[in-house]
């Protein structure tokens, strides 16, 4: 199951969880153009047959579903809402790779702005020396288009900037007394 989700998460970040209700509902109605067999197995290529079938019609339902969508009012979260959601969807996980705190970007911002983040220099050098290891060892375990998909992303430095923030934020909620 932590292969699915790590699969949705990476490979299909912006669509929402209705859109991936509906794309299944619509491939179980014959309305998509991929098969629903899935023999037992609901594996990542399962989901991405389905999703790669719902893409093509994707705007046309988000259309349809924009009106709905508009009149729903997103709840308001103040900052500790947010850094507290974080906090305990890491704490409690399995805590097997930092790459899955969530808003990391919004939760790094709020703390700094806070002042509850503080870092000496060579804290940072250290956290910077973890993540280039971690994504060594990603990448020695991925072959062919993957390894070079993920190459790629090494080389953008918003994407190193954030994987630095999600392991500061997990360095800070591991040592917060409870």
Known sequence: MIVIEDFIRTSYPLYTIEEFRIAFKMAVQGKLDCSTEHYEKFSPKFIGQVMLAYTKK?????????????????????????????????????????????????????????????????????????????????????????????????KDDNFIDTQCKKLALVKYFENIPN
């Open 58 to 154: 994707a705007v046309e339902v988000r259309k349809m579903i924009k009106p709905v969508l508009s009149e729903i009012e997103a709840p308001k979260l103040s900052d500790e809402d947010i850094v507290s959601f974080t906090q305990k969807e890491w704490l409690e996980s399995a805590k097997n790779d930092f790459n899955k705190v969530f808003n990391a970007d919004r939760v790094f911002a709020i703390l700094l702005r806070q002042g509850k983040l503080k870092f000496e220099p060579s804290e940072m050098l250290n956290i910077i020396q973890l993540v280039r290891e971690d994504n060594l060892l990603k990448l020695n375990k991925l072959y062919g288009q993957d390894a070079k998909e993920f190459s790629k992303k090494l």
